[in-house]
């Protein structure tokens, strides 16, 4: 079985040892670097599985590799911060990061959010009963995970396809906010609206031809989304 590969990016070493015995513990491999710039060349000769990312690092912080990252990659990030307040946590998901924790953690409540990105990560817990979909100039080839507007590709990171996915599939139905925060997050995401919000305008940035009056990724108001199949 494949063992997932996490790189802990951290310039603290208490932090690193720690967390890094608590992953290996939970029989996942660990890669390690010390500063942004380190982290940038680990990820692309290693290729990870999944990055647990500190914001304020020397040489490089953790927005600026996040942002390099998503240039090139789809590879899953947590961000990690010593702040709590929701405008970091926003930004953070805005520039492409999949989960945020802040710090301290405790180990519970680490290994948890890691599992939920991985499980995510992964194939989407929905079974499609076709093997695709299209709407519109919108296209989905739910076997190989390929989304196409127009026939040009749209790459997404594997969340934002799983959230794609379970709106198209459940097209025309109005899904509320907790409900696809559970199918797609997982149990523990139920109340973290602001992780919706973010990843449905990530989403509209890509498939809308115009975001800020999108024509597949409907608001409704009070309720939550729902994907309207073009007419």
Not at 18 to 32: D, G, Q
Not at 117 to 134: D, I, K, N, Y
Not at 188 to 206: T, W
Request: glycine letters at 6%.
């Amino acid at each position: 079985m494949h063992k997932s590969r996490i790189l802990i990016v951290d310039d603290d070493i208490g932090v690193v040892k720690s967390v890094r015995a608590n992953l290996k513990a939970r029989n996942w491999e660990t890669l390690v670097a010390m500063d942004g710039v380190e982290a940038l060349e680990v990820i692309g000769r290693e290729q990870p599985d999944l990055i647990l990312l500190d914001i304020t690092m020397p040489k490089m912080d953790g927005f600026e590799v996040c942002r390099q990252v998503r240039e090139w990659s789809r590879v899953p990030i947590i961000m990690l911060s010593a702040r709590r307040n929701v405008e970091e946590k926003v930004r953070c998901l805005n520039i492409g990061a999949d989960d945020y924790i802040t710090k301290p953690f405790g180990v519970n409540e680490l290994t948890a959010r890691v599992t939920a990105v991985l499980r995510r990560t992964g194939e989407s817990g929905v079974e499609p009963s076709a093997s695709s979909f299209s709407s519109g100039d919108l296209s989905i080839n739910f076997v190989e995970r390929r989304v196409t507007i127009d026939d040009r590709e749209i790459k997404l990171t594997p969340t934002e396809y799983n959230l794609l996915q379970e709106l198209v599939l459940g097209a025309d139905r109005v899904f509320s906010h907790s409900t696809l925060l559970g199918k797609v997050w997982g149990p523990e995401y139920v109340s973290e609206r602001e992780y919706l919000h973010v990843f449905v305008g990530r989403l509209r940035k890509e498939i809308e031809s115009d975001p800020t009056h999108p024509q597949y990724i409907i608001t409704v108001p009070g309720v939550g989304y729902k994907f309207q199949t073009a007419s």
